[in-house]
């Protein structure tokens, strides 16, 4: 599968704003991919993650088939914050990347599932 789990200088519904370079110190490859933020409900990992003008571009493995994910599901992750301005949003300018869930209802209403292969 691969989308978007984070869409940059966009205010997502809980307030903040995630800016370009966020994820520098982000794992390339072997996060856990979650179901609804769920550590009991691994159903895959991360095999690459990028940066690029839009976003975080997440490319991942789905191992459980019994999940039901398709093209236009919710994306998040979940993080630690190390840096962020604070203004009318908080602006998260450095994180630590923890995981990547598909998601019911996402933060940021464009962070989704582009393509499903099986």
């Not at 966009?10 to 769920?38: E, S």
């Not at 996402?106 to 582009?114: N, S, Y």
Request: charged fraction near 25%; hydrophobic fraction near 45%; include cysteine.
């Amino acid at each position: 599968m691969a989308g978007y789990a984070a869409i940059f200088d966009a205010p997502d519904r809980g307030g903040d704003i995630v800016r370009k370079g966020a994820f520098a110190r982000a794992a390339q490859a072997g996060l856990p991919l979650l179901w609804q933020h769920d550590t009991s409900r691994r159903i895959g990992f991360v095999e690459s993650l990028r940066e690029d003008e839009r976003g975080l571009r997440v490319i991942a493995q789905i191992d459980d088939e019994a999940t039901p994910v398709c093209a236009g599901a919710g994306l998040s992750f979940g993080y630690r914050i190390r840096a962020m301005d604070m203004g009318t949003y908080r602006e998260l300018t450095d994180l630590d990347l923890i995981e990547v869930s598909v998601v019911t209802h996402p933060m940021q209403p464009l962070a989704r599932v582009l393509a499903v292969e099986n």
